[in-house]
Every structure is written in structure tokens, then in C-alpha cells.
């Protein structure tokens, strides 16, 4: 047995996708000029504030750790990093756009004609909160999962519908668009992210109680192989199993494919646990400043009034 730092005879390429840097790297760049040079040609727009660009900056690194660094092919031997992959991009990097991205970039993306019935769902909030959870758990059907993971279109094109329904399932909780458009108050905001966490349980679940490995593209040689060529060069990995190097993802590592699908379910339960945690703690926070803001504006109306009548009292005295 060889440890995971054989991944690195899959090549550069394949372990530092230089691709999907350039992909990041457009992303970052095409962010930058709207922000800070082009904001003026958008309705409402304003400077670019530095919190937003480190929360940005942050994410595409992210981005490109999870998809472009070596943990994209350990997602494909382990599933644990899979899982991973998943918590990080969907629960993390997702709400992070809504910190990220200026509020007149928002209203002038959810305005758009398409993107706008995109998001008009997220007016009833249930119906997002299901749908990206009902999808993530027909994703991890053993198999969906090992169907999409031996199709690289298929496979992307998932993970970016996903990645879209999970923009608009924090929609309801983040966006600054518009005042109206804010559609729960501080208590829902926190019964909808329990909601969340509720909702993909069962799935985590499923994947840590099961008793025998679930998924082929993680046990079976021939599956695993389709699989790997969504992120190794074919003439790499045909020459390493020509010459007989690797068969299967049990070449990198000694964990159990039971032990390594148990440590996904744990890795997605816990990572969940900690992103939530600080989003009810950002909702509860901004809930009970809200709340200080209006008793304080009342306050402030009712010594305004009653000085006024006393003035009046005053004056007719």
C-alpha cells in the first residue's frame, strides 16, 4: 500500500489544474473591474468595499483548493474529501456571494429576465430549502453518483445546478437586493437554517449507518478508472495502469472504503454543524441589533411627541 502523496503520479496538470486557475483567475479579474472601475455604469453602484474583497478573494481560493488543487483527485479516491468538497462549496462558498458581491450587482443579476424567475422562487422559501436538498440527496444515490461521476459533463453540469439551487436556498436568509425582498424575519431566518440541517441529515445519515460500501466509483477498479478520467490526462492514466501501477483507489491508502465513506457522512455532519453555527450567530446577531434599532427608534418618537405636545400645551396656556 502507498500513501496519498502517490497522487503526485498523476502530474502537475492533473494535481494543480492550471485550467481551472485560469477559470478562477477570470473570475477574480472580471469581479475587480466591475467593482472598482465599471460600478458607475450600474444603478446604485458604489465603491468597492474591502471586506467584500477579502470575502471574495477568500472564496475563489477556496473554489480553487476544493477543484483545482489536489483535493479534487482525492475527492475521486476518497470519499471523504468528496464529501468535503461538497460541505465547503455548497454551505460555505455559496453564502459567502452574498457577502462577497455588492447588493447593486445583485439587484442588477436578479433582475435579469431568466435569473429573475430564477429567484422568484425564493419567495416561498420552502420551496428552494427542498429543492436543493431533495437534489443533493438524489446526487448521493449510489446510483446517481456513480453514473454522474463517469461523465465529466454530466458531472459538471450537476454540480453547478447545485451550486445554483444553493444560492438560491440562502437567497431568503442573505440578500440584500431589496428591503421587500428580505421575506423572513430574525426568528424564521433561524428556524429555516435548523431546516437546512434537518433536511440533509437523512442523507448523512444513510452514508454513515450503511454496513457495506454504496458507491463503485470508490471499490470497483473499472468504475473507479472511468471516474478518474474526468480529472487525470488519458494518456497519463492509461500509461500508469498499462504498466500495471495502479488498480484502484486502495494503491493511495489503507482506510477501508466502509471507514472512508463513514468519515464523508461525519465530515459533511460536522462541517454543516460548524458553518450553520456561525450563520445562526450572525442571524441572531443582526436580529437583536434590528430589534434595539426599532425600541430605540420608538423611544425616540415618543419623547419627540410628547415634547411637542407639551410645546403646544405650552402655547395655549
Not at 453514473?147 to 437567497?171: C, E, I, T
Not at 471516474?227 to 488519458?234: D, G
Not at 493511495?252 to 466502509?258: E, G, K, S
Not at 463513514?262 to 441589533?289: A, C, D, H, P, S
Amino acid at each position: 500500500m502507498e500513501n496519498l502523496s502517490s497522487i503526485s503520479i498523476f502530474g502537475f496538470i492533473a494535481n494543480w489544474s492550471p485550467y481551472f486557475l485560469a477559470f478562477t483567475v477570470f473570475l477574480t479579474v472580471v469581479y475587480f473591474l466591475i467593482t472598482k472601475k465599471w460600478y458607475d455604469n450600474f444603478e446604485g453602484g458604489r465603491p468597492l468595499r474591502n471586506k467584500e474583497a477579502m470575502i471574495f478573494l477568500t472564496s475563489m481560493i477556496l473554489l480553487y483548493a476544493m477543484y483545482g488543487s489536489p483535493v479534487d483527485i482525492l475527492s475521486h479516491i476518497l470519499f471523504s474529501f468528496h464529501m468535503l468538497q461538497m460541505a465547503v462549496v455548497f454551505l460555505l462558498i455559496a453564502p459567502l456571494m452574498y457577502f462577497a458581491i455588492p447588493e447593486y450587482l445583485w439587484k442588477h443579476f436578479v433582475g435579469l429576465p431568466v435569473v429573475k424567475q430564477f429567484f422568484a422562487i425564493a419567495k416561498k422559501p420552502l420551496i428552494p430549502l427542498i429543492l436543493f436538498n431533495g437534489i443533493f440527496s438524489i446526487y448521493h444515490l449510489p446510483i446517481v453518483l456513480d453514473f454522474l461521476k463517469q461523465s465529466g459533463m454530466l458531472h459538471s453540469a450537476f454540480n453547478v445546478m447545485l451550486f445554483a439551487l444553493a444560492l438560491l436556498m440562502f437567497y431568503p436568509i442573505f440578500n440584500k437586493v431589496e428591503p421587500q425582498e428580505r421575506h423572513m424575519g430574525g426568528l424564521f431566518k433561524l428556524l429555516y437554517i435548523f431546516g437546512i440541517g434537518a433536511l440533509l441529515t437523512p442523507a448523512c445519515g444513510l452514508i454513515i449507518f450503511a454496513e457495506q460500501p454504496l458507491y463503485q466509483t470508490y471499490t470497483d477498479g473499472d468504475a473507479w478508472l472511468a471516474a478518474m478520467e474526468l480529472c487525470v490526462p488519458s494518456g497519463v492514466l492509461d500509461g500508469l495502469t498499462g504498466q500495471g501501477l495502479i488498480s484502484g483507489p486502495e494503491y493511495f491508502t489503507n482506510t477501508t472504503p466502509i471507514m472512508d465513506q463513514q468519515t464523508g457522512g461525519i465530515i459533511m455532519k460536522v462541517l454543516q454543524e460548524v458553518f450553520f453555527g456561525f450563520m445562526l450567530g450572525y442571524i441572531f446577531f443582526n436580529w437583536y441589533r434590528n430589534e434595539r434599532k426599532d425600541e430605540d427608534e420608538v423611544t425616540r418618537r415618543s419623547v419627540e411627541e410628547a415634547r411637542l405636545q407639551k410645546e403646544l400645551f405650552n402655547q395655549y396656556r
